[in-house]
Every structure is written in C-alpha cells, then in structure tokens.
C-alpha cells in the first residue's frame, strides 16, 4: 500500500493528480460567486447613476448605460 505525502504541497498534489478538472473546478466556483456578488449589484448601481444624473436630456443613456450593460 502507498503511504500519503507528508508535506501539505505533496499531499494536495497527489490527489490533485487524480481528479484535476473537479479539484479545479471547487477551487474556482467559489471565486466566481464572490465575483458574481459584486459585479451584478455594482452594475446595478451603474445604472440607477445614470438615470438618476441623465436630467432632461436623455438623448445619451444609452450610450452611458452600455458599459452598464456589459457588466
């Protein structure tokens, strides 16, 4: 029988090794919901200061609002 690594690198490594896309995958899923987290209510917040500062002319909201949009 194999004994497991002793350091903390080779003991991740070796099972690494095994199942690559999971371990990926839990390490990346929770960076992009803490991402997700920020990015959709700062978009949002984009476009209520759009709204909020167009004023009369809203000829140009569009134009504000599309980088808004991409987020």
């Not at 920020?38 to 980088?67: C, E, W």
Request: net charge positive; with cysteine; proline share 6%.
């Amino acid at each position: 029988m194999h004994s497991l690594p002793k350091s903390l690198f080779k003991f991740f490594w070796y099972f690494y090794k095994k199942q690559p896309i999971a371990f990926t995958t839990f390490f990346l899923a929770p960076c992009l919901l803490i991402l997700e987290a920020v990015v959709i209510p700062y978009g949002l917040k984009m476009m209520v200061d759009v709204f909020t500062n167009a004023g009369d002319d809203r000829s140009h909201v569009f134009q504000q609002l599309s980088s808004a949009l991409w987020v």
